[in-house]
């Protein structure tokens, strides 16, 4: 803990700064526009952070997840549509709330309340990360391949409705990972003669592609793309009185603790944590009555946890190397693209920017009230522009950063193929962060469950023997179990639903 | 046929070409015991079988009710129009090595704004051309990054 308070106190004399409240701000903008979602605007932002020194960049992509998860609430209450997924529950109170005239109220309350989910879950995350990665030293090849191996078996509990499509998905990322120079004998595998495909096809490519792309595609196709809101710039972020700051105290609490439970666990995410704590928000309300006809508590509740989950989320992200959301998946992009692998090393080889990252997410959350005040009139403007406009010079900054990551046209065409794949899945329903965590998890997978071979002459006790391998297959296979028993059990219920209205 | 009959019918496929590419690959003096071959052969197995497992979930939805979700009519419609986007960006590829960054991404902004029904040529172009010289600012200028200059440099 000293020395993350050290590192903080270092931190306030640094580029650090700057680059939370940039990436603060870049995030509100970003989530502020539907249809942009965190991990987009975080992918958006990857290519500038290029040529940047690692600790910087990393705080600056963590920093537009919490302002992104801010962002989705201001068009969430101001013109009903939420930015984000995880700000759908806020329109249920939060555009009541405007309607009645309320709107600086409800966006105060959005802002305060996203505030302190986001203090609660950094503190979850600098207690939880590190002794989560406390067995650094003691991974083998062995463990590190069962570590990969729970990493896909999250596969299951990300697959929404369709398990079958969601491990199809899995598969088609572990088979994206196998192309490059294989990890054991130099052979090039799947490259077509082409040098650009000798290191394989860098997991950041396919994020920007599936995300940004495929986005692009997909709002292109969108009916409406003219009408732009009609906001008044008189609109302004209104901070809870004392009384309401009590009032929301409850619901607070109550989403910061399902946030916290809903980010550590894998698949989850900020959206379901939203309305979980909507639910439960309402439950122990004494006014349960006002919810749904513009309720404080209705917006305290979600925007307390889904930025307790901007934080919760990077727990098995930085500690096993696991990303838990698309959001953590760009994350975990940026810090590969700088040579940093997290996971269990991460504690042992580059503590200073784990420490920076820690410091640098307080200081976001600190900046998210200063900006989230200010930077309201841009973020009107921004959501008032015509959507051609828009998606034009996003279109623009997508081609032009992918180019900037390794000044290659080829993997400028890489990014939009996957566009193309990444829309070809959401038209046949197939999610995409399994495939993903297949590309990203892929090389480690296969590399470390032949270097373990290897080393145990081809005996493939080695993963029963080594029992940190044991106990990561072990929880992989509960988790499948309890993810298939899951999904049986949804499938089987509107079926018994069917029967007893039949 | 249903758009899952469809999607399983390509991931057979798919596994089908990758097997075939994984089993030509050239073995070598320094194979392990799963070899270069080894898991991408598995992937193809793996894949093959849920591709199946997928044609037959979905050969009982067929349907004349499942015409409607299927790939023909507007639907048809429906999926090829975005696709004019990424023909946009295809387009800026091409000629982005003569034409150079600044000229090819104006003409990128241009085409994106029309072909989303953005209000006006001359306002479109004004915006393009703009928007191109703020994004060559930005990374050429600001951030340092070299952009394709195009055959520009050789004529002068």
């Known amino acids: 803990m000293m020395d993350v308070l050290y590192t903080f106190a270092g931190f306030l004399i640094t580029p650090l700064v700057p680059a939370a409240f940039a990436g603060v701000a870049w995030g509100i903008l970003g989530g502020a526009l539907p249809g942009i979602s965190p991990s987009i605007t975080m992918a958006l932002l990857v290519p500038f952070t290029y040529g940047m020194d690692p600790g910087v960049a990393v705080v600056l992509l963590a920093s537009t997840y919490v302002g992104a998860e801010y962002g989705g609430s201001i068009p969430a209450i101001l013109i009903g549509t939420p930015g ?134 997909e709002q292109s196709g969108k009916p409406g793309l003219e009408a732009s809101a009609t906001l008044t710039s008189r609109t302004r972020v209104r901070f809870p009185s004392r009384a309401l700051w009590r009032r929301i105290a409850r619901p607070q609490a109550i989403g910061s603790a399902i946030g916290t439970v809903e980010g550590v666990m894998p698949g989850s995410g900020g959206t379901i944590a939203s309305f979980l704590a909507y639910n439960e928000a309402r439950r122990w309300s004494s006014q349960k009555e006002e919810f749904g006809h ?43 693209i700088h040579g940093l692998s997290p996971g269990p090393m991460l504690f042992v080889r580059h503590l200073d920017v784990l420490n920076g990252l820690f410091a640098g997410l307080l200081v976001a959350n600190v900046a998210m009230l200063i900006v989230g005040y200010l930077i309201m009139t841009p973020c009107l403007w921004l959501v008032s522009r015509p959507k051609p406009y828009l998606m034009a010079f996003i279109y623009a900054l997508v081609v032009s950063g992918v180019y900037a990551i390794e000044t290659s046209l080829f993997q400028v065409g890489l990014a939009l193929a996957f566009g193309a794949l990444g829309y070809a899945m959401r038209y046949f329903t197939v999610p995409v962060l399994p495939l993903v965590l297949g590309v990203v998890l892929g090389y480690m997978v296969e590399s470390n469950y032949r270097r373990a071979l290897v080393l145990s002459s081809g005996n493939h006790m080695t993963f029963v023997d080594d029992r940190i391998a044991f106990w990561l297959l072990a929880f992989a296979l509960v988790f499948v179990v309890g993810s298939l028993v899951r999904h049986v059990g949804r499938a089987r219920r509107p079926s018994r639903q069917h029967d007893l209205t039949v | 046929m249903s758009r899952d009959f469809v999607f399983g019918c390509a991931m057979l496929a798919l596994s089908g070409g990758y097997y075939l590419m994984a089993a030509s690959l050239p073995q070598s003096l320094l194979d392990d015991a799963i070899g270069p071959q080894g898991l991408p052969k598995a992937y193809a197995y793996v894949l093959a079988t849920l591709s199946l497992i997928q044609i037959i979930r979905s050969l009982p939805r067929r349907s004349p009710g499942a015409a409607a979700s299927g790939l023909r009519g507007n639907h048809l419609h429906a999926w090829w129009r975005p696709l004019g986007i990424l023909l946009i960006g295809v387009g800026y590829l091409t000629v982005v090595p003569w034409l150079g ?28 051309t703009t928007g191109a010289v703020f994004f060559w600012l930005l990374f050429v200028r600001l951030l340092g990054i070299p952009q394709p200059a195009g055959l520009w440099p050789s004529l002068f």
């Open chain 2, 101 to 128: 960054y600044t000229l090819s991404l104006a003409g990128l902004i241009f085409a994106t704004i029309r072909y989303q029904r953005g209000e006006g040529v001359w306002r479109a172009g004004v915006v393009a």
């Open chain 1, 294 to 336: 513009g309720s404080p508590e209705g917006v305290a509740a979600p925007e307390a946890a889904n930025n307790t989950v901007a934080c919760t989320a990077l727990v098995p992200m930085l500690s096993l190397g696991i990303p838990s959301s698309n959001s953590a998946a760009v994350l975990l992009g940026g810090f590969l």
């Open chain 1, 84 to 217: 984000t997924n995880a700000a759908a529950a806020t329109v249920i109170d939060g555009y009541k709330m405007k309607q009645q005239g309320r709107a600086d109220e409800a966006l105060g309350i959005s802002l305060y309340s996203g505030f302190v989910g986001g203090m609660i879950g950094l503190v979850v995350l600098v207690f939880l990360t590190r002794p989560l990665s406390s067995l650094a030293l003691a991974f083998t090849p062995a463990a590190y391949f069962a570590l990969g191996i729970l990493g896909l078996s999250i596969i299951a509990s990300l697959s929404g409705e369709s398990l079958l499509k969601g491990v199809i998905a899995g598969v088609l990322g572990l088979m994206v990972a196998a192309i490059g120079t294989d990890p054991v004998t130099g052979i090039n595998r799947f490259t077509f003669d082409s040098p650009e495909l000798l290191a394989g096809i860098a997991p950041i490519l396919v994020m920007m592609g599936l995300y940004a792309v495929t986005e692009l595609i």
